[in-house]
């Protein structure tokens, strides 16, 4: 597999090392039916499913017919729950289940490689030697993005070896700035944000959880 090279910045974007990347999850082949199947699952898991609707059968009333079958000149009758009665039941209605679908870990593996392999290639990657706010203020976390580059408008997904109190609270109120550890990494939100910001200890995890499941299967 050829080589990968990744770029490690300082916080003020100047470049003070290079990171090699392993070629299964950041060279892999992008696979794109495979993530947008991938897009369509993790969203179907997000549906909660307790969507109802009263059919006839669930309405109250409705047992008496409103009026006698032949010579009023009206249209035959034989219930006010009927569904094409106004405030009647609905007919085919949507009722509670549950969206969940089978996609393997493998094939999930895969896709996630897919769209960092894509981010890699396109430069919309950002590996800090470390990311600090020690203000926790988000005046301090937007003049780190403006120095580094990193266009907030397009989506920023900010990927961390562990969940930093201060860089959360920094982070999380800058419109179009996506927080997440790296367990929580995934390819829906590598999908719609631009870019992702991240830093080594990051990468190097992201790498032993992306092959820890190449491995298991």
Same mark, same amino acid.
């Given at each position: 597999?050829?080589?990968?090279?990744?770029?490690?910045?300082?916080?003020?974007?100047?470049?003070?090392?290079?990171?090699?990347?392993? #070629?299964?999850?950041?060279?892999?082949?992008?696979?794109?039916?495979?993530?947008? $199947?991938?897009?369509?699952?993790?969203?179907?898991?997000?549906?909660?499913?307790?969507?109802?609707?009263?059919?006839?059968?669930?309405?109250?009333?409705?047992?008496?017919? #409103?009026?006698?079958?032949?010579?009023?000149?009206?249209?035959?009758?034989?219930?006010?729950? =009927? #569904?094409?009665?106004?405030?009647?039941?609905?007919?085919?209605?949507?009722? %509670?289940?549950?969206?969940?679908?089978?996609?393997?870990?493998?094939?999930?593996? $895969?896709?996630?490689?897919?769209?960092?392999?894509?981010?890699?290639?396109?430069?919309?990657?950002?590996?800090?030697?470390?990311?600090?706010?020690? =203000?926790?203020?988000?005046?301090?976390?937007?003049?780190?993005?403006?120095?580094?580059?990193?266009?907030?408008?397009?989506?920023?997904?900010?990927?961390? %070896?562990?969940?930093?109190?201060?860089?959360?609270?920094?982070?999380?109120?800058? #419109?179009?700035?996506?927080?997440?550890?790296?367990?929580?990494?995934?390819?829906?939100?590598?999908?719609?944000?631009?870019?992702?910001?991240?830093?080594?200890?990051?990468?190097?995890?992201?790498?032993?959880?992306?092959?820890?499941?190449?491995?298991?299967?």
């Amino acid at each position: 597999m050829e080589k990968v090279s990744q770029k490690v910045l300082d916080m003020s974007g100047k470049e003070v090392d290079s990171l090699e990347l392993d #070629p299964a999850v950041f060279a892999a082949k992008v696979n794109e039916g495979l993530v947008y $199947q991938t897009v369509r699952w993790q969203l179907a898991k997000r549906r909660s499913g307790t969507h109802s609707t009263l059919t006839r059968g669930d309405m109250k009333g409705g047992g008496r017919k #409103p009026w006698r079958q032949k010579g009023s000149g009206r249209a035959r009758a034989g219930s006010n729950t =009927s #569904p094409v009665w106004v405030g009647g039941g609905v007919a085919h209605g949507p009722k %509670p289940r549950s969206y969940n679908s089978r996609l393997s870990r493998r094939l999930r593996r $895969q896709a996630l490689a897919s769209v960092l392999t894509d981010r890699q290639r396109e430069g919309r990657i950002t590996v800090l030697d470390r990311l600090e706010v020690e =203000s926790g203020k988000t005046r301090d976390f937007k003049n780190m993005l403006d120095q580094l580059g990193v266009d907030c408008a397009r989506g920023v997904l900010v990927v961390l %070896p562990e969940k930093d109190e201060k860089v959360w609270r920094a982070g999380r109120n800058i #419109p179009g700035v996506t927080l997440l550890p790296v367990e929580g990494a995934n390819v829906y939100d590598l999908m719609r944000r631009g870019h992702v910001l991240t830093t080594r200890a990051a990468i190097e995890a992201l790498q032993q959880r992306v092959l820890k499941v190449a491995s298991e299967n």
